[in-house]
């Protein structure tokens, strides 16, 4: 069985990071777009606004077809369109058309939320399911580390195109090589999600609320951390997309140790895993405020490795805290409408933050992610102690 386990897991975390590589390096190569294209703060934002949007746009009808070819398939296509993406953002000569090749990319993304949880909960024992959720979701992170170091590593070597060209060829030759050894088998017959349960459930809103605050957190974060390393800290690109390497690196231990503690602490699974998760965005709500006074590479470094772990670690949490309020014949619908709820919060944003350090400042726009992760702090604490 454990050797059933970790091949499964390993398939779908090898899926996972070479598509976040094609993903995320949109987020690593936002100050790469606003030199070629001579962009402002908030034409940047819009850039991760389509790459999102066409995420939001796709999530939930992707999830209905992985119901019912099976995530194999559709984890398959979908590493195939993220690959076709990079290569065409890549090849975009115009502004308009990066914007197209945005959208096209995170459409494809849409594949990765319900495929991935899909293999997880048909194939994986319920008592370590969190800890397989846990280690499934170190691949964004892990995937935008490496896509931050190919895209703003290499450019000062050659053009800067060439790392979304090395992740096309990564997500292509990834997808044929998943389609070949996977051997999940999926159990769930095909249904249409109950949203009229899931509206009617008090505790799931709450954290559908949450949920936008902690997307609004991770996505605004991840796109960024290297503009603001090179505007505010002054250091070089290439740093930059160090420290955002170390902030997804930091945020997969987050994930993982957080899915462990799920699995392994006593008590009420309510209560012990949404704790976990409080604790996780109050101590990143802080240290959003603790971006303001960075003034060094190597206290970027630290402070941004730390929001990794908190902040951006909790969206692994964030799933295993949904299904401890739901019906198990909701999961499904409940971890779409989820990851739907923090693709809101990074749709949105992105350009918000954009638009404040345009006009005021980067430190009012780490403030106002630090004010949501406090609210997504308190959200939670509502379902433990008033809805518990």
């Not at 603001?228 to 250091?235: F, I, K, L, Q, T």
């Not at 012990?272 to 206290?299: C, D, E, H, N, Y």
């Not at 933050?353 to 006009?359: A, N, S």
Request: proline letters at 3%.
């Amino acid at each position: 069985m454990a050797t059933r386990f970790w091949r499964l897991v390993s398939q779908v975390t090898i899926w996972h990071i070479a598509a976040s590589i094609c993903y995320y390096a949109v987020y690593a190569g936002t100050p790469l777009f606003r030199d070629a294209f001579s962009l402002s703060g908030v034409s940047v934002g819009f850039v991760i606004t389509a790459l999102t949007l066409g995420y939001a746009i796709f999530l939930l009808p992707i999830g209905v077809v992985t119901d019912r070819f099976g995530e194999h398939r559709t984890l398959t296509v979908g590493l195939i369109g993220l690959a076709t993406g990079a290569l065409l953002i890549a090849i975009a000569p115009t502004y308009g058309l990066l914007l197209g090749a945005a959208f096209v990319l995170g459409s494809m993304y849409g594949t990765a939320t319900p495929g991935t949880n899909k293999a997880i909960f048909d194939n994986i024992q319920p008592e370590r399911q969190h800890r397989a959720i846990g280690i499934k979701q170190i691949g964004p992170t892990i995937g935008s580390a490496i896509s931050a170091l190919l895209v703003t590593g290499l450019v000062g070597i050659f053009f800067w195109q060439i790392g979304f060209l090395i992740a096309a060829v990564t997500g292509f030759t990834t997808a044929i090589l998943f389609y070949v050894t996977y051997q999940g088998a999926s159990t769930t017959v095909a249904s249409y999600p109950n949203f009229r349960a899931l509206i009617a459930n008090r505790s799931y809103l709450l954290l559908v609320a949450a949920g936008v605050c902690i997307g609004a957190g991770f996505y605004t974060t991840t796109g960024y951390t290297v503009m603001y390393v090179e505007d505010s800290v002054g250091a070089a690109v290439a740093t930059g997309g160090l420290i955002l390497a170390l902030l997804q690196v930091f945020s997969s231990a987050g994930k993982v140790v957080a899915g462990w503690l799920a699995d392994v602490l006593p008590g009420d699974p309510r209560t012990r895993i949404g704790s976990i998760l409080a604790v996780q965005t109050l101590v990143g709500g802080v240290l959003f405020f603790a971006i303001t006074m960075l003034s060094t590479p190597i206290g970027a470094g630290v402070v941004f490795s730390a929001v990794g772990i908190f902040a951006l670690g909790s969206t692994g949490l964030y799933y295993s805290c949904i299904s401890t309020v739901v019906a198990d014949d909701d999961i499904g619908a409940a971890s779409a409408v989820g990851q739907l709820a923090a693709t809101t919060g990074g749709l949105i944003t992105p350009p918000v933050f954009g638009y404040l350090i345009d006009t005021v400042g980067y430190d009012a726009g780490w403030m106002l992610l630090g004010i949501l992760s406090l609210i997504a702090t308190g959200l939670v604490m509502v379902v433990i102690i008033v809805d518990g």
